[in-house]
């Protein structure tokens, strides 16, 4: 009896796009929401961005503060922070993205500061 199936050299995925969509820079308006919903919507997650981010800053800011007032290399300090030389460069040099605010807020607590968390 002779088989059917295709050796698996020989088959194809067709992985292809069919239809793209072009994005007009509103997701919520990509994703189907009224221009008027779609639009607030927008405002409010780029708002909720920031705050993140300006949280973010502020901390890695006190970070750095903590640092220079302590005079430590970077390589004392991520023996403190308990993280790699390269991470505490990637602090110092405001790359955020690469640190979620749970680290941060954990560097911070290596330091001997108090963070609090305020909700409204």
């Known amino acids: 009896m002779k088989s059917t199936k295709q050796p698996a050299a020989e088959q194809v995925d067709d992985l292809s796009s069919r239809h793209i969509t072009p994005a ?17 919507l927008l405002a409010d ?4 961005i920031e705050r993140a981010r300006k949280i973010k800053e502020d901390a890695a800011a006190a ?3 903590w ?4 005079k430590l290399t970077q390589v004392k300090a991520s023996e403190i ?6 991470r505490v460069s990637d602090l110092v040099n405001r ?7 749970d680290m941060l807020v954990g560097m911070l607590l290596r330091t001997g500061k108090q963070v609090d968390l305020l909700v409204h």
């Open 67 to 70: 640092m220079k007032a302590e």
């Open 95 to 101: 790359k955020l993205g690469r640190f979620s605010l």
């Open 24 to 40: 007009d820079g509103n997701v919520f308006a990509d994703l189907g929401f009224a221009p008027k919903e779609a639009k607030a």
């Open 63 to 65: 970070i750095d503060a």
């Open 45 to 48: 997650s780029e708002a909720r």
């Open 81 to 86: 922070l308990a993280v790699s030389r390269p």
